[in-house]
């Protein structure tokens, strides 16, 4: 087998941070130009009638929640390895570049990795897991508040078929994780047992920290989303929209996303979740269209600076 010159490898990493860059940037393209014509009219039309104050006030919620990411993942990481804000910032910023064109941002744990030594990496792989089902429990526990509020909204009677129709799923759900505990998931290493030992190892006050960015970090977007509806002409009051904007979090969450699909699902859910408010189709597609572009397209486009100046340890 003939050794790679340390200039080779050189060459080959900087053809794979390009093909990364030309991933992120494809996807981001074709993310922008899949959507509706009239949903970037009515997002220019808003942003002409409206002060400067009001898009650089929402650039500021986006900046605050990666920062509350950053701040949660140099949390996490203190466990293995001291970090400055800083680095965190740029670490956080260049896993969303490398994982935004991959199936529901699988590339994250990948990309995150890349930062530290290879001793690490494991360790890295469970932080980032420990992480992200930090934020779902989030994202379930208010969706589930959101689906009860809407079940007396809506007057839905309640169904024992249903219930036991989910009952089922979940059954199903476990028998699958325990046949699953000892079997590496997507990625070398990872096993659910081994991640249920890790996360019994993290400290009470990390995990209480953790939950605490977590709720923060779903507290700006959630306020962000309701503040793009009504920038862009719904009127609707934040208390009757927030169940609504919950339970969208919570199906667009659960659903497996894969690349350039997510636009159609996030988008139909969003449409029909706010239909009963009646919440014209042109606003809802305006503001998940703006949402996508200020917590992914501007941070990974940012993240690309830091992607080029990735090297792996």
């Excluded at 140099?74 to 466990?79: A, F």
């Excluded at 996303?257 to 919440?279: H, P, T």
């Amino acid at each position: 087998m003939i050794a790679l010159t340390h200039k080779s490898k050189q060459y080959g990493w900087f053809a794979l941070k390009l093909f990364i860059l030309g991933a992120a940037f494809f996807y981001i393209y074709k993310k922008m130009v899949s959507g509706h014509r009239y949903a970037f009219d009515l997002v220019l039309e808003s942003i002409e009638n409206h002060t400067l104050s009001y898009v650089l006030f929402f650039l500021l919620l986006a900046t605050i929640n990666w920062m509350l990411e950053s701040m949660k993942w140099q949390e996490l990481v203190c466990l293995i390895e001291s970090i400055s804000f800083l680095e965190a910032l740029q670490q956080t910023l260049a896993s969303l570049t490398i994982s935004l064109p991959t199936p529901s941002r699988l590339g994250e744990y990948g990309a995150k990795a890349f930062f530290f030594q290879k001793n690490l990496r494991k360790k890295v792989v469970f932080l980032t897991f420990l992480g992200n089902s930090a934020q779902m429990i989030t994202t379930i526990g208010f969706g589930l508040v959101g689906l009860w509020l809407l079940s007396q909204k809506l007057d839905i009677s309640f169904s024992w078929q249903a219930f036991i129709g989910f009952l089922v799923i979940v059954l199903l759900l476990i028998i699958v994780a325990y046949y699953l505990r000892n079997k590496e998931l997507f990625i070398k290493g990872f096993s659910l047992r081994k991640a249920s030992r890790f996360i019994k190892d993290v400290p009470l006050h990390i995990s209480l920290k953790l939950m605490g960015y977590s709720l923060l970090r779903y507290a700006v977007f959630s306020t962000l989303f309701y503040l793009c509806l009504q920038f862009f002409g719904a009127e609707t009051s934040l208390w009757e929209t927030l169940a609504y904007i919950y339970v969208m979090y919570l199906f667009t969450s659960l659903l497996p996303v894969f690349l350039f699909w997510d636009v159609v699902v996030k988008g139909s859910i969003a449409l029909w979740l706010f239909s009963f408010l009646g919440v014209p189709e042109e606003t809802v597609i305006a503001t998940v269209l703006s949402m996508w572009i200020l917590n992914f397209a501007i941070p990974a486009l940012a993240g690309s600076y830091f992607v080029l100046k990735l090297q792996p340890k």
